[in-house]
């Protein structure tokens, strides 16, 4: 009777979090949706403290747990609360990470009591182990990478690719070999094997590509989760498992369409290895890129009927967020029509400038995907480049020869004017040559985003 | 080969599960908005999180002496637990923001 009423427990925690993600997924109802998944898993956790296992539980082992989940508690909740809203991608990908090391942890200690007769078992272990742990170092590499830690060319090492190839196909023989004959040394092997192998797997993916990458890693730890969640007969940690898998793997599809790249194109990591040489230069083809000074930019945007601003990296380093509302609020009073073009991979996340700019209010109705951006670009008087490189690069469209080639991206330069905010020439984190930069209606503004946006700010006040 | 069949005649309930979830889940979320991105993803990380489960179980089945499971379950809720409630708070951070510029 007891037991039947916690299981019935736990088929609710199910729906709740099916429907909390129905929920997650539409604006109106989405912070709803958030709050019931996280009644959900109180509920699921409350459960299996109580849950009848065959057998007393010692008190000493919940004094274990209760530390442990106080601890948890506390570090969660304090770094969720101090995190900066641009520092947001850092922080999905190291929470991530560690679910998918918790997983390695039950995998593990699972190995070392299983029957080793029971090959499928054993086999559910090492598969749960290994995802768990390519998302456990890859998360946390990706974090490095995001927070500026570790810089892409540190970790490329030549030949990456077959590296990689070699990793991979040494992590599964040596996972068969286990499942075959478990021994202590080939577990020690395969641990070592999964976690360099994750970390050099997302060694060469980097800058554009890094939403790609964060939406894959998601996608595995639900993986990871679900099947730990075999190994323990609980079928709520597979439905939620399942679930995160699923929704992972849904925005890493997103992300690829976006880029109109296949997936396996961006895990070998062909963006940025290729295209590289004599990409940098402030001069292409004889041309070379003009500059504009505070004043003229106010003028221009001042004077003007319509602006678009692309938001792109450099707003969240610069944290220009604000500055950026301030200058659109400063513009609407001068009757400017103020809208912002979000390309589905400027910044570092899925939806990374959404947040950004939902963080200084700017209203939801101003921000303009890619079709609706370039629908109204043509008409457009002035656009405001803030940080952004590579979505909005006309190689994209006719150079078959460049590494974006074929990428939808924002066609700024059928604007009449587009001002292009970089803190200098040099590529972006891609590391290919725009040249954009080079066209006679594009012009250079030099300088941190948030600077040059405050001076335009006031330049701009002083016009009156 | 029978090791399989037997596996599969034993856990066929579970397979129906997955089978089921995994289409499920497909289906729920396909139609995200650009706007809901990041939140979906930190919402559904948070979920992932329900790996503290395994972990519960795992040391309330342990022996008191048994050091091993005890300090690495252990471990294994401290991260758990990082993951599902940062996971959930940052979420609802977030989403806080996009409520209150709807009022405005």
């Not at chain 1, 190995?111 to 499928?120: C, E, Q």
């Not at chain 1, 369409?257 to 083809?285: E, H, K, P, T, W």
């Not at chain 1, 974006?404 to 020439?425: C, Q, T």
């Given at each position: 009777m007891y037991k039947t009423l916690l299981d019935v427990g736990f088929l609710l925690a199910a729906i709740a979090f099916i429907t909390g993600?129905?929920?997650?997924?539409?604006?109106?109802?989405?912070?709803?949706?958030?709050?019931?998944?996280?009644?959900?898993?109180?509920?699921?956790?409350?459960?299996?403290?109580?849950?009848?296992?065959?057998?007393?539980?010692?008190?000493?082992?919940?004094?274990?747990?209760?530390g442990g989940m106080l601890i948890g508690s506390a570090i969660g909740w304090m770094a969720a609360k101090r995190v900066q809203m641009t520092a947001m991608p850092q922080l999905v990908s190291i929470f991530n990470g560690l679910g998918g090391a918790c997983a390695v942890l039950l995998a593990v200690l699972e190995m070392f009591k299983a029957s080793a007769d029971y090959k499928l078992g054993i086999a559910i272990s090492v598969f749960t182990l290994i995802v768990g742990a390519v998302s456990f170092t890859g998360s946390i590499l990706a974090y490095l990478k995001l927070d500026g830690k570790v810089r892409d060319k540190n970790v490329i090492l030549p030949g990456h690719t077959y590296i990689n190839l070699i990793l991979l196909v040494a992590t599964l023989v040596i996972a068969v070999l286990y499942?075959?004959?478990?021994?202590?040394?080939?577990?020690?092997?395969?641990?070592?094997?999964?976690?360099?192998?994750?970390?050099?797997?997302?060694?060469?993916?980097?800058?554009?590509?890094?939403?790609?990458?964060?939406?894959?890693?998601?996608?595995?730890?639900?993986?990871?989760?679900?099947?730990?969640?075999?190994?323990?007969?609980?079928?709520?940690?597979?439905?939620?498992?399942?679930?995160?898998?699923?929704?992972?793997?849904?925005?890493?599809v997103l992300m690829c369409?976006?880029?109109?790249?296949?997936?396996?194109?961006?895990?070998?990591?062909?963006?940025?290895?290729?295209?590289?040489?004599?990409?940098?230069?402030?001069?292409?083809?004889?041309?070379?890129?003009?500059?504009?000074?505070?004043?003229?930019?106010?003028?221009?945007?001042?004077?003007?009927?319509?602006?678009?601003?692309?938001?792109?990296?450099?707003?969240?380093?610069?944290?220009?967020?604000?500055?950026?509302?301030?200058?659109?609020?400063?513009?609407?009073?001068?009757?400017?029509?103020?809208?912002?073009?979000?390309?589905?991979?400027?910044?570092?996340?899925?939806g990374h400038m959404n947040v950004l700019l939902a963080e200084a209010d700017v209203p939801y109705s101003k921000l303009k995907d890619l079709d609706e951006a370039n629908a109204m670009l043509p008409a457009t008087d002035v656009v405001v480049i803030v940080g952004a490189n590579d979505v909005v690069n006309p190689s994209a469209l006719d150079d078959p020869g460049s590494p974006v080639y074929g990428m939808p991206v924002l066609k700024v330069w059928e604007a009449k004017n587009v001002i292009i905010m970089k803190?200098?020439?040099?590529?972006?984190?891609?590391?290919?040559?725009?040249?954009?930069?080079?066209?006679d209606n594009s012009s250079m503004f030099f300088g941190d985003a948030k600077d040059s946006i405050n001076k335009l700010v006031d330049e701009i006040k002083s016009l009156g | 080969?029978?090791?399989?069949?037997?596996?599969?005649?034993?856990?066929?309930?579970?397979?129906?599960?997955?089978?089921?979830?995994?289409?499920?889940?497909?289906?729920?979320?396909?139609?995200?908005?650009?706007?809901?991105?990041?939140?979906?993803?930190?919402?559904?990380?948070?979920?992932?999180?329900?790996?503290?489960?395994?972990?519960?179980?795992?040391?309330?089945?342990?022996?008191?002496?048994?050091?091993?499971?005890?300090?690495?379950?252990?471990?294994?809720?401290i991260l758990a637990m990082i993951n599902v409630v940062g996971g959930f708070t940052v979420t609802d951070r977030m989403l806080e923001m996009f409520k209150k510029k709807k009022k405005a």
């Amino acid at each position: 009777m007891y037991k039947t009423l916690l299981d019935v427990g736990f088929l609710l925690a199910a729906i709740a979090f099916i429907t909390g993600l129905r929920r997650l997924s539409t604006p109106a109802t989405a912070r709803k949706g958030n709050i019931l998944a996280g009644i959900a898993m109180v509920g699921a956790i409350v459960i299996a403290l109580i849950y009848p296992l065959g057998g007393e539980t010692p008190a000493v082992n919940y004094g274990w747990i209760a530390g442990g989940m106080l601890i948890g508690s506390a570090i969660g909740w304090m770094a969720a609360k101090r995190v900066q809203m641009t520092a947001m991608p850092q922080l999905v990908s190291i929470f991530n990470g560690l679910g998918g090391a918790c997983a390695v942890l039950l995998a593990v200690l699972e190995m070392f009591k299983a029957s080793a007769d029971y090959k499928l078992g054993i086999a559910i272990s090492v598969f749960t182990l290994i995802v768990g742990a390519v998302s456990f170092t890859g998360s946390i590499l990706a974090y490095l990478k995001l927070d500026g830690k570790v810089r892409d060319k540190n970790v490329i090492l030549p030949g990456h690719t077959y590296i990689n190839l070699i990793l991979l196909v040494a992590t599964l023989v040596i996972a068969v070999l286990y499942t075959m004959a478990p021994s202590q040394a080939l577990l020690v092997g395969l641990i070592i094997l999964s976690l360099v192998y994750g970390f050099s797997f997302v060694a060469p993916i980097g800058g554009a590509d890094m939403p790609v990458v964060i939406s894959l890693l998601n996608s595995l730890t639900g993986i990871s989760a679900a099947t730990a969640g075999f190994i323990y007969g609980n079928q709520i940690m597979i439905i939620g498992g399942i679930l995160v898998g699923a929704s992972g793997t849904i925005l890493t599809v997103l992300m690829c369409q976006a880029m109109n790249r296949s997936l396996l194109n961006v895990i070998i990591g062909g963006f940025g290895s290729a295209g590289s040489g004599s990409s940098a230069g402030d001069s292409m083809d004889g041309k070379v890129a003009k500059e504009v000074s505070s004043y003229d930019a106010a003028v221009m945007l001042n004077y003007s009927t319509s602006v678009m601003i692309v938001p792109g990296y450099g707003l969240a380093v610069a944290q220009a967020q604000k500055v950026c509302k301030e200058l659109d609020e400063l513009l609407a009073e001068n009757n400017v029509d103020v809208n912002y073009a979000i390309h589905p991979v400027a910044g570092r996340m899925p939806g990374h400038m959404n947040v950004l700019l939902a963080e200084a209010d700017v209203p939801y109705s101003k921000l303009k995907d890619l079709d609706e951006a370039n629908a109204m670009l043509p008409a457009t008087d002035v656009v405001v480049i803030v940080g952004a490189n590579d979505v909005v690069n006309p190689s994209a469209l006719d150079d078959p020869g460049s590494p974006v080639y074929g990428m939808p991206v924002l066609k700024v330069w059928e604007a009449k004017n587009v001002i292009i905010m970089k803190r200098s020439m040099s590529p972006g984190y891609a590391g290919i040559q725009n040249p954009l930069f080079f066209n006679d209606n594009s012009s250079m503004f030099f300088g941190d985003a948030k600077d040059s946006i405050n001076k335009l700010v006031d330049e701009i006040k002083s016009l009156g | 080969m029978e090791q399989l069949t037997q596996f599969i005649g034993a856990n066929l309930i579970y397979i129906y599960l997955i089978a089921f979830t995994v289409l499920l889940g497909f289906e729920v979320i396909s139609k995200v908005p650009t706007v809901l991105h990041t939140p979906l993803m930190s919402g559904a990380n948070a979920i992932s999180g329900v790996v503290i489960i395994g972990a519960i179980i795992l040391i309330r089945t342990a022996e008191p002496d048994d050091m091993i499971s005890l300090v690495f379950g252990t471990l294994g809720i401290i991260l758990a637990m990082i993951n599902v409630v940062g996971g959930f708070t940052v979420t609802d951070r977030m989403l806080e923001m996009f409520k209150k510029k709807k009022k405005a």
